[in-house]
C-alpha cells in the first residue's frame, strides 16, 4: 500500500496533460480525486473513465484559478465528504507567445502571471489552513527547468517559473513546525498541449519544439509527483529536477538530424 489509498487529491489543470495524468496516476493508488479545470466536459469524462475502470470516485469542480473570489468560493463549496484535501497539486499553468520582452503582449503577460503565479497563491492560500488545521497535508507545484535557466522569448514564462520556485520554498518555511510538506516537481520539455497552447493553436510550429528528440511524457512527470507524496510522513521532498535523456538543460538539447 503506498499510503495514498481513500486520500483525497485535488488537481488543478487536470482535464488534460500532466494534470490528467496526474489523475491517472493517483487512481492507480487508490486516492480519490477532486478534478478541477475550466473545460469541465472533459473532467466529467475522465472521472467516468477513472469510474468505469476501477472504481474511482472523483468529484469534478469548474475552476478558473485566476479568479481569487472563484478559487475561495469553490473551496469552501466542496461537500463534506470531499473537504478534506490531503494532497493539492497545482498544476495549472501555461505560457503564451515566444516574443521578446520589448516586443511581448501586455495581454499574453497577464495571463501567464494570473494563471502561474497568482493563480497558484489563490489555491494554495485557501486550501492550506485546512491542511494546517487538521494536522496533515502535501502541496505538490509544477515548477519547470525554465525556473532556473532562461530562454530567448521566455522572459515572462521563466520568470512566474522562478517565482514557483519562490513560493515553494518560501511555503515550506511558514509551515515549518507543522505536518503540513511542500514539494516543487520541476520538468524540462514535456510532450503536451503546452507548445500549442502557446502558439495558440499553430499545431505545425508546435511540432517543431518537439522535432529529432525525445521529450518526457506526462506520464513521467506524474510518476515523480506521486512517488513524492508516497515519501514516509516525515519525508519531505523539496525539489525534484527532471529532463529527458536528450535535454541538459533550458538552452542545450540533443536533436538528431
Known sequence: MSGLQGKVVLITGASSGIGEACARAFAAEGARLI??????EKLDALARELSDQGGTAAHVVSLDVQQAGAVEAAIAALPAEWAAIDVLVNNAGLSRGLDKVHEGKPSDWDEMLDTNVKGLLFVTRFVVPGMVERGRGHVISLGSTAGDMTYPGGAVYCATKAAEHAINDGLRQDLLGTPVRVTSVDPGMVETDFSKIRFRGDEERAA?????????????????????????????????????IDQANSLLFNRKS
Do not use: F, G, M, Q
Open 35 to 40: 478534478l478541477a479545470a475550466r473545460r469541465t
Open 208 to 244: 517543431k519544439v518537439y522535432a529529432n528528440l525525445t521529450p518526457l511524457k506526462p506520464e513521467d512527470v506524474a510518476d515523480a509527483i506521486v512517488w513524492a507524496a508516497c515519501r514516509p510522513v516525515h519525508v519531505n521532498i523539496a525539489r525534484i529536477s527532471l529532463t529527458s
